[in-house]
């Protein structure tokens, strides 16, 4: 047996994988609202609670994100208001991620609501994908110099091997979770962060033209690339490899926005 279908066969009792509360971290700064809104929109687009799926109660939420359960209430009502939340009122209530998310471009408006932006000038294109390429090479030459456990490594290939396995209408969910599980690797919060951040504008962008079948079979191929170089600890392959992945993608961008 091979070192793919000896990961292979650890995954199918892999160990859970990247926390639905990694970005649910202590907000800084005087806008606790916004930011509010854009750590849940952050778990919710990427993939780190599935659709359906329950929230943390607001007061839990209030600890986690250091703020007052007022700011929690209000951030998961504008929320709610524009499709990705579901709150439920009664003995079995609770505030949920929507069984269908929205996937168009939003920003917070200086009122408070959410607002849809659709358009994309060629400067904001190519800050955003020469961001994404420092900071996500970088953190896979990181994750593939660190000491990972077997549960790290099993999480990693699950993430993997459900990415691949993903249906279409899952798989920039999915795929979002795997880029930011590579990121978690790396033990850097502020380096999750801003992947997150980094991922939330990709996917803006990404969501603008359909998925391709060909790019979608490539990138797997890519994923695999990646991920067995992180988990055989080799950091230039490793780097390379996600630089040569993210290039794919910031062709399809460039060649349809552009």
């Known amino acids: 047996m091979d070192a793919f279908e000896?990961?292979?066969?650890?995954?199918?009792?892999?160990?859970?994988?990247?926390?639905?509360?990694?970005?649910?971290?202590?907000?800084?700064?005087?806008?606790?609202?916004?930011?509010?809104?854009?750590?849940?929109?952050?778990?919710?687009?990427?993939?780190?609670?599935?659709?359906?799926?329950?929230?943390?109660?607001?007061?839990?939420?209030?600890?986690?994100?250091?703020?007052?359960?007022?700011?929690?209430?209000?951030?998961?009502?504008?929320l709610a208001?524009?499709?990705?939340?579901?709150?439920?009122?009664?003995?079995?209530?609770?505030?949920?991620?929507?069984?269908v998310i929205p996937t168009g471009p939003v920003m917070i408006g200086?009122?408070?609501?959410?607002?849809?932006?659709?358009?994309?000038?060629?400067?904001?294109i190519v800050d955003v994908l020469t961001y994404r390429a420092v900071l996500e090479s970088g953190a896979a030459y990181q994750a593939a110099s660190a000491e990972l456990s077997g549960e790290l490594r099993d999480a990693l290939y699950q993430a993997h091997i459900d990415t691949k396995q993903a249906l279409p209408d899952d798989y920039r969910r999915l795929d979002s979770r795997l880029h930011l599980l590579i990121a978690e690797?790396?033990?850097?919060?502020?380096?999750?962060?801003?992947?997150?951040?980094?991922r939330m504008k990709v996917n803006e962008l990404l969501n603008e033209f359909p998925l391709l079948a060909p790019n979608v079979a490539h990138s797997n191929e890519q994923h695999e690339e990646?991920?067995?170089?992180?988990?055989?600890?080799?950091p230039e392959k490793a780097s390379a490899a996600m630089l040569a992945h993210l290039e794919g993608s910031a062709s399809l961008i460039r060649g349809f926005l552009a």
């Not at 990646?226 to 080799?234: N, S």
């Open 110 to 124: 200086r009122d408070g609501d959410l607002i849809n932006r659709q358009t994309f000038t060629k400067e904001e």
């Open 6 to 78: 000896v990961l292979l066969a650890e995954a199918e009792s892999a160990a859970p994988l990247v926390s639905s509360s990694l970005l649910l971290t202590r907000i800084r700064g005087g806008n606790a609202y916004e930011q509010t809104v854009e750590r849940l929109l952050q778990t919710i687009r990427l993939g780190l609670v599935h659709p359906g799926e329950q929230l943390p109660p607001e007061r839990e939420l209030a600890t986690m994100l250091d703020v007052s359960r007022d700011t929690v209430r209000d951030a998961t009502s504008s």
């Open 81 to 99: 208001d524009a499709g990705y939340l579901v709150i439920r009122r009664g003995r079995y209530g609770g505030t949920f991620v929507s069984e």
């Open 185 to 198: 690797l790396t033990r850097s919060n502020s380096l999750v962060n801003q992947i997150a951040q980094s």
């Open 226 to 234: 990646i991920v067995m170089a992180i988990l055989t600890g080799q």
